[in-house]
Nanobody
Framework: QGQLAESGGGLVQAGGSLRLSCAVA??????????MGWFRQAPGKEREFVAA????????DYADFVKGRFTISRDNTKNTVDLQMNDLKPEDTAVYYC??????????WGQGTQVTVSS
């Protein structure tokens, strides 16, 4: 199973930027077998989809509420998935997680990384 370690969160003012990174351990070269995604969970809410990138990186999908502000990317040589977040809004405050976005495959969730956006 993949082991997930998210990093890069923090406290930022509205309009600011953060870059999150997810390191996937325990997959070796099979990392490229999996579509990957970023998800988030705000206090008192369900975890929700944020963005996804296909195995080769050629197909990308975003939730409507982040389109034009967030950019997902992956590095298959390093087994990492990044999320560049620009123009952050207070409603983006949440714990952000990465995981497989491949149908039928979900690894144990990591600790996530806290993103807090102040108004």
């Amino acid at each position: 199973q993949g082991q997930l370690a998210e990093s890069g969160g923090g406290l930022v003012q509205a309009g600011g930027s953060l870059r999150l990174s997810c390191a996937v351990a325990g997959r070796g070269r099979t990392f490229t077998f999996f579509d990957m995604g970023w998800f988030r969970q705000a206090p008192g809410k369900e975890r929700e989809f944020v963005a996804a990138v296909s195995r080769s990186g050629d197909k990308i999908d975003y939730a409507d509420f982040v389109k034009g502000r967030f950019t997902i990317s992956r590095d298959n040589t390093k087994n990492t998935v990044d999320l560049q977040m620009n123009d952050l809004k207070p409603e983006d405050t949440a714990v952000y997680y990465c995981n497989s976005n491949t149908l039928g495959v979900q690894w144990p969730w990591g600790q996530g990384t806290q993103v807090t956006v102040s108004s």
